[in-house]
């Protein structure tokens, strides 16, 4: 059974960091691509960070210079660095695995920046 486990979500005030992290079990977690994705109210879900197996990243436009993903596969775990938080990066964050548009999704961390 694949499972994918988010943590690290809260409130913080704009301009603060989060860390967030994903660990993963049931997949043979070094050859997924894993990504970061997030989801507001009545929007849909949109992709914030990707990394391949081989350690590739992709990032969305507005989260560039301010987030990084990272992978530790000994660890099966994913994590995304969140800094320069603005209030507009309010969300749910999901994370997914995928391989071959097979994909798998936690159930999500709630980031809230406020002041």
């Known amino acids: 059974q694949v499972q994918l486990v988010e943590s690290g979500g809260g409130l913080v005030q704009p301009g603060g960091s989060l860390r967030l992290s994903c660990a993963a079990s049931?997949?043979?977690?070094?050859?997924?691509?894993m990504g970061w994705y997030r989801q507001t109210p009545g929007k849909q879900r949109a992709l914030v960070a990707t990394i391949t197996s081989g350690g590739s990243t992709n990032y969305a436009d507005s989260v560039k210079g301010r987030f990084t993903i990272t992978r530790d596969n000994s660890k099966k775990t994913v994590y995304l660095q969140m800094n320069s938080l603005k209030p507009e990066d309010t969300a749910v964050y999901y994370c997914?695995?995928?391989?071959?548009?097979?994909?798998?999704w936690g159930k999500g961390t709630l980031v809230t920046v406020s002041s």
């Open positions: 049931g997949i043979i977690f070094s050859i997924y691509a």
């Open positions: 997914n695995a995928n391989q071959h548009g097979m994909h798998f």
